[in-house]
């Protein structure tokens, strides 16, 4: 797990939202499915279908941030977020087209792709992720997505990576889109705490940001569980 920024890590405000990881702290079984290879080729399969959709609307989570805040260093940062996102102007390496080139390697189609359909629980990911970046602080919503998502990927995303390719049989180049991640949002995450550190300035936002951190990490275990039976259920 990343570490958080030098200047940062002595911040009570921060301390509290790590504790908070802590109260509520998930391993989401899909995470030892894909290391002891237990996990069938199909429910990986499955696995990427759900991310896929949920992917796709990344990009609106972090605009309608971007949208609500009104300090120029955080912009910046949601800037650049953005930006890879779309792969830096490169079609190919944008995030949702490097998703889909993971979903083809376990052998997927393009309709496969298209024709995907949200579980309940991925749905309700979606739409708390849009709700609270639409109509919350940005403070919320930068706790939510960049301390409640971000800070997490690089771990779950490196780890899987790895047993893609060692137990599934993937090239390196199947799991760019789990690589990507893996330098990406550690750098985002760490940035982004200082950002929420130093613009959390009442006690009132401070409290806000713990709450959608709260919301954020229940609503994400919610989907992981269902994901997963999903996926194990798969043949």
């Known amino acids: 797990m990343s570490q958080t920024p030098t200047s940062t890590t002595g911040s009570q405000f921060l301390q509290e939202l790590f504790e908070i990881q802590r109260e509520q702290s998930f391993r989401d079984p899909m995470f030892d499915a894909l290391r002891t290879g237990s996990m069938s080729r199909a429910g990986v399969l499955r696995w990427t279908l759900q991310a896929s959709l949920v992917v796709r609307q990344f990009t609106r989570f972090i605009s309608a ?7 120029r260093d955080a912009q910046q940062l949601l800037a650049e977020n953005l930006w890879e996102e779309h792969g830096q102007g490169v079609s190919e390496r944008d995030h949702y087209a490097l998703v889909r080139k993971l979903a083809r390697s376990l052998g997927a189609t393009d309709q496969d792709l298209d024709d995907a359909q949200p579980l309940a629980e991925t749905q309700e990911y979606i739409t708390h992720c849009l709700t609270v970046t639409r109509e919350h602080s940005f403070i919320e919503s930068m706790t939510a997505i960049a301390v409640g998502i971000e800070f997490f ?28 991640h893996v ?8 940035r982004a705490l200082a950002i929420i550190d130093s613009y959390s300035d009442t006690p009132e936002l401070r409290q806000k940001a713990k709450d959608a951190l709260r919301d954020m990490l229940l ?6 569980l269902a994901v997963y039976d999903y996926c194990a259920a798969a043949e």
């Open 65 to 71: 941030i971007h949208a609500n805040c009104p300090h």
């Open 183 to 190: 330098a990406e949002d550690e750098m985002h995450s760490q």
């Open 219 to 224: 609503v994400k275990r919610r989907y992981a």
């Open 153 to 180: 990927m690089p771990r779950f995303f490196g780890a899987m990576a790895d047993s893609l390719c060692s137990k599934y049989g993937l090239e390196r180049g199947d799991v760019d889109y789990l690589m990507v």
